[in-house]
């Protein structure tokens, strides 16, 4: 396996200044828009970065299901190594990856739990089986087989089979609040166009950054 061998030069677009939103929120929704536009599969799929008590980073996959002024939201498990980390240290690191595209947006921030009654309106759109799931997954502990994940979803559905199913205490969304976003748009000969917004007294600043 040749790894050093694969090679692409990204020659799609280009980014400056003056094609750049003055809030980050206002162009984030537009590549985000482009991306779903392009029918990229989960254009909202990110990577989510915590640290444990011990310094130790861990980074995940999860989606973005609401975004608004007040920032950018995902849904977990309340219990789960990710939600453990962030009561602990409510710093995170988000990274969207739309390569089709060559872009990339980092974010950094910090993360809270956000109300009951926010998560409940998500939670009952989401499928049946989605639901269940929330109820069935101990997320992030360990299990011996699959069986016995599976008997637990059965579980749940012989306890919820009217239909409906509550949302679980030890389940909602996190609010992610930014203080810094940077959008990356690949250049040829790895040449790339990169733009830091960090936050500043009454808006944002916005600088160039070299590739």
Known sequence: MDLAAL????TKDALDRDMLDEHPQTQFSKWMQQAQDAQMLEPNAFAVAT???QGQPFTRMVL?????????????????RKAQHLAENNRISALFSWLPLERQVSIN???????????????????????LGAWASQQSTVISSRSILQAKLEEMKHKF?????PIPSF???FRIKPTSWEFWQGGSGRI????????????????????
């Not at 973005?64 to 995902?74: A, I, T």
């Not at 944002?204 to 950054?209: A, M, Y």
């Open 7 to 10: 090679r692409q030069d990204y």
């Open 51 to 53: 640290v444990d008590a």
């Open 64 to 80: 973005l299901k609401h975004m608004d002024e007040k920032g950018l939201v995902f849904f977990t498990n309340y219990e789960s």
């Open 109 to 131: 921030g910090t993360a809270e739990k956000i109300p009951t009654s926010e998560s409940l309106k998500y939670f009952v759109t989401r499928p049946f089986a989605s639901q």
């Open 161 to 165: 089979s009217s239909g409906q199913v």
């Open 171 to 173: 389940w909602g969304g």
């Open 192 to 211: 790339h166009d990169r733009f830091l917004y960090t936050t500043k007294e009454g808006g944002w600043e916005i600088n160039r950054l070299s590739p």
